[in-house]
């Protein structure tokens, strides 16, 4: 048996936390297309926080059951290592990137795919399939050792700033000249605003007074605004990271008819309040869509040249701040689930 460690938060009170120690099997006990991948990098953003605010009703505490009664592993994305496996194809040693748990490791039952492979564990049967997907770094075209910081934070973000933008572009921005932008320091905002630039609407940023200046800074917005200011009325859609009531009421108060859609992506805030004036963006819609419609070669095309162009400025954007072990991932947690963090660097957590 060797040792393991979990992280686990309490569902009602995610800053309350602890971390669990374990025994995990060795080789001979696990079973038939069983791997054990020990966690080796995860990034850590106010998306991870969405999954323990909204876990119950999408379904993400099911991912990584562990803890007693009220308690849950918030999910992450980052690298792992293969360190026992069943199946010669996934030998010790491969390096994957995926979905995982705030813990130093995990068995999944693997079913091989051309680029990885999918974790076809029973309690993971009915949750969507872009978080089952584990792709082996050897096989990813996307995958550069030294963009690992990167991609640990911004790939499942960008993935849904790409598929947002398309919808958008797709739908001929509904008849609307300017797209306003709520959390818009936040790196799914911005990679939204970066894949809508030249695309001839006027971008305006809604954000934290503390945070105009590093939004101003990215260059990606046409205007930023402080939370509370006026915006010009003119036929606009609304992209709401943030699902402050406040805000959206504000803008309808405001524009009237000439807010012709208001698309509820994130809850910065913290607060899953359903308004039926918001049409809920969720990524793995859309993902499926453009799959029918591009083919999965297709959709990796396209994604593979707009996360080239962003990772090439990301970096200069925000600065990656590294972190060890679970006592430091669990500061990470507390301060991202506090918004204690500054938009101008992103945090890292090696196990
Ligand atoms: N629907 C989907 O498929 C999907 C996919 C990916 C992400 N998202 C959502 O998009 C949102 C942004 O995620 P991210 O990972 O890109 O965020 P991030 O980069 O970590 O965002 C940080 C920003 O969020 C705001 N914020 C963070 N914590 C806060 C708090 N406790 N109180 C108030 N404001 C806080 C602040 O922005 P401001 O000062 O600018 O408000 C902060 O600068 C999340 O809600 C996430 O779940 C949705």
């Known amino acids: 048996m060797i040792s393991s460690w979990t992280v686990v938060a309490d569902r009602g009170d995610l800053t309350e936390t602890e971390v669990l120690h374990d025994e995990r099997p060795e080789l001979a006990e696990l079973s038939d297309c069983e791997v054990l991948l020990r966690v080796s990098r995860v990034g850590l953003t106010a998306n991870n926080v969405t999954y323990g605010v909204i876990g119950d009703l999408i379904g993400y505490w099911r991912f990584f059951p562990a803890g007693s009664d009220g308690q849950g592993v918030v999910p992450v994305w980052g690298f792992a290592d293969v360190v026992d496996s069943t199946l010669d194809a996934?030998?010790?040693?491969?390096?994957?990137?995926?979905?995982l748990p705030m813990a130093s490791h995990l068995v999944v039952r693997a079913r091989l795919t051309s680029s990885g492979f999918v974790d076809t564990a029973d309690h993971r049967a009915d949750l969507p399939a872009v978080y089952n997907s584990y792709l082996v770094t050897s096989q990813d075209p996307a995958y550069d050792e030294s963009l690992e910081?990167?991609?640990?934070l911004y790939r499942p973000l960008f993935l849904t700033s790409f598929l947002l933008a398309d919808r958008l572009v797709d739908n001929d921005f509904h008849g609307a000249r300017t797209v306003v932008i709520s959390s818009?320091?936040?790196?799914?905002?911005?990679?939204?605003?970066?894949?809508?630039?030249?695309r001839g609407?006027?971008?305006?940023g809604l954000t934290s007074p503390r945070?105009?200046?590093?939004?101003?800074?990215l260059g990606l917005y046409d205007t930023v605004l402080p939370y509370g200011a006026s915006v010009d009325v003119e036929p606009s859609v609304y992209l709401d990271f943030n699902g402050s009531d406040d805000v959206r009421s504000a803008l309808h108060d405001l524009l009237g008819t000439s807010?012709?859609?208001?698309?509820?992506?994130?809850l910065t805030h913290q607060t899953a309040s359903q308004d039926p004036r918001s049409e809920f963006f969720f990524a793995p819609e859309q993902l499926r869509k453009r799959t029918a419609d591009w083919g999965s070669d297709g959709l990796a095309q396209r994604f593979g040249e707009a996360w080239r162009g962003f990772t090439a400025q990301a970096g200069s954007w925000?600065?990656?701040?590294?972190?060890?072990?679970?006592?430091?991932?669990?500061?990470?947690?507390?301060?991202?689930v506090a918004g204690k963090t500054n938009p101008n660097t992103a945090d890292v957590i090696t196990f």
């Open 259 to 266: 807010l012709v859609k208001d698309i509820s992506i994130g």
């Open 184 to 198: 818009a320091s936040s790196k799914t905002a911005f990679g939204t605003a970066q894949c809508l630039r030249d």
């Open 211 to 217: 945070n105009v200046e590093f939004t101003e800074s």
């Open 318 to 336: 925000v600065g990656v701040v590294e972190h060890s072990g679970p006592e430091e991932l669990v500061e990470v947690w507390r301060a991202v």
């Open 201 to 204: 609407v006027r971008l305006v």
């Open 149 to 152: 910081n990167l991609q640990v």
């Open 90 to 99: 996934l030998p010790t040693g491969t390096r994957v990137y995926g979905y």
